[in-house]
């Protein structure tokens, strides 16, 4: 079994989950959190079982609670209205994704068309075009950039969801500069470190093994995207499995190597669940694939800086 580094949580998936624990055992519990804090079911289970308690909308908080957003980020809207009603808040959104509302506001008050290249109805997308709702144009494709009509074509700019296949994305910013050639871009790639990382990891899998599995939850949007990226870079087959429970015995028939990573918003507790169950199976020896040496790491918010975690 080839076990690929990078891989499992992120640098802002820490962050995130640090935040809910920390003020879990800061503030006791119940804590809200504006939608899953990661899209992970095994750590939303288990932040519940301490005290969580996920809502979708932060009308469901009661007044003068204290709320979580998610690593995701939240339209300014959010924030306003929860400020009315008086919660007390804590921005667990990832520093990179707070970039790209930077750049859409910024470029929107130069009165720029925004391009988001992104997934409709993720949360991260539903964030961002909310701090520039009237510039944002969503499109998901190369198709969609062709069939794209706007005003001033040479007053255009593109931003990325944080999340998206790399493969993909370049296909579609390549289309926006291709029928925008003026077209602004922002500073630094807007797809963040740990997606492209994990990326390059799932790639050198894909040539070494016959079979792929990628630990993440179906909501996670990474995960789905390194699975694609495994079927595009050689593996035979590859495989979206939230536990080891989802494992089928059918998938291994005539394998000999099996490739086994996690996506940015998977614990690592998943990965060695998932070794325990190929090694009670079929014996598996393990080997990492170094690919990338991650040293990323992201500051709490201020209201929980110097907060020791019971479990650190």
């Keep these: 079994m ?64 204290r709320i979580v957003y ?4 939240i339209p ?27 750049e859409a506001k910024d470029f929107a008050n130069k009165g720029h068309d925004i391009i988001l290249v ?14 520039a709702p009237e510039a944002i144009h969503l499109v998901e494709t190369p198709a969609d950039v062709h069939a794209l009509e706007l005003d001033d074509p040479e007053n255009v700019a593109y931003i990325t969801q944080t999340t998206l296949s790399v493969d993909e994305a370049n296909e579609v910013v390549d289309a926006i500069l291709e029928k925008f050639p003026n077209a602004r871009g922002p500073r630094g790639d807007d797809i963040c470190y740990a997606t492209t990382n994990r990326q390059d990891a799932v790639k050198v899998l894909a040539e070494r093994s016959d079979v792929v599995l990628v630990i993440g939850s179906d909501t996670s949007s990474n995960s789905k995207r ?26 291994f028939d005539g394998v000999s190597r099996v490739g086994l990573t996690s996506g940015a918003s998977a614990p690592d507790v998943l990965v060695q669940e998932m070794i325990d169950a190929l090694d009670e199976r079929f014996g598996a020896e393990v ?19 110097g907060l020791p975690l019971a479990n650190a």
């Design 2 to 65: 080839l076990l690929a580094a990078p891989r499992g949580f992120c640098a802002g998936v820490e962050r995130a989950v640090d935040v809910v624990e920390l003020a879990l055992e800061h503030y006791g519990p119940p804590i809200y959190v504006r939608h899953a804090i990661v899209h992970n079911t095994r750590v939303v289970a288990d932040l519940e079982h301490k005290g969580a308690v996920f809502v979708e909308d932060e009308n469901d908080v009661p007044e003068g609670g």
């Design 70 to 73: 998610s690593a995701h980020g």
């Design 287 to 305: 080997r990492t694939v170094d690919v990338v040496d991650e040293q990323m790491h992201f500051a709490l918010p201020k209201e929980l800086r």
């Design 76 to 102: 300014p809207e959010v924030r306003d209205n929860a400020e009315r009603r008086g919660l007390r808040e804590i921005d667990a959104t990832c520093p990179l994704v707070t970039k790209v509302h930077y």
């Design 118 to 131: 992104g997934h409709a109805g993720h949360q991260e997308v539903v964030g961002t075009t909310g701090h």
């Design 226 to 251: 390194m699975v694609e990226v495994a079927l595009g870079h050689g593996a035979a087959a590859a495989y979206l499995v939230d536990h080891a429970g989802d494992l089928r015995d059918e998938w």
